[in-house]
């Protein structure tokens, strides 16, 4: 038995991580909460040659996403929080996931509240939100979608898990695999 995939994307203090959590609480079945942060959070803190910065984040992403397909493949339930910012990024995990188990969910925020976030937590680059709003939901379709701005965490938690039930069929992810195929690596074909 495969395990399912909530596959949460959006911009950076979107809310995904806090909507993610909410749902461990609210889902009938267990889940694991899996953070991108995290996995950038494991890496040592020697300083990093800036010519070879984007060949380790691209690494530390792609290493992620097989995590990711390796804790659905062996049965478990997983809650991913996700910056789909680089289309290679959507690309690996369409090659990697079983699309009939992902559900696609965009979590949007307006950028002024996105930045005003960014602010308050002090953790993040300025203007990385920004950065990244026009390109994260460029691939434009999903199984569900939550505005941060106007709902809260839980809100969109319960809302997500009472659409688990009735999700459709085909998913985003087969659709987007249908039309990106070509694009897809050889390997995740």
């Known amino acids: 038995m495969h395990g399912r ?4 994307n959006g911009t950076s203090s979107s809310g995904k991580s806090s909507i993610a959590r909410e749902l461990l609480n609210v889902l009938d079945e267990p889940y694991f909460h899996m953070p991108v942060d995290s996995f950038h959070a494991m890496r040592s803190r020697r300083e990093i040659d800036p010519d070879r910065l984007p060949d380790v984040l691209r690494r530390t992403w792609m290493g992620f996403h097989r995590a990711v397909a390796g804790m659905a493949a062996a049965g ?3 809650v991913v929080d996700h910056v789909l910012s680089e289309e290679w990024r959507l690309l690996d995990c369409l090659g990697l996931f079983d699309a009939r188990e992902v559900v696609l969910v965009g979590v949007r925020c307006s950028l002024e509240e996105a930045e005003r976030r960014e602010r308050a937590r002090g953790d993040r680059p300025a203007g990385l ?11 434009g379709l999903y199984d569900i979608e939550c505005d941060t701005t ?4 839980a809100d969109c938690a319960r809302r ?6 009735r999700r459709p069929f085909p998913t985003a992810f087969e659709q987007l695999g249908r039309t990106l195929g070509p694009a ?3 390997a995740g074909r």
């Open 160 to 165: 997500i898990s009472a659409f688990l039930p």
């Open 5 to 8: 995939i909530i596959f949460l």
């Open 150 to 153: 106007t709902a809260g965490a």
């Open 76 to 78: 478990n339930n997983v």
């Open 129 to 139: 939100a920004a950065r990244q709003f026009e390109q994260v939901h460029a691939h």
């Open 184 to 186: 897809l690596p050889a």
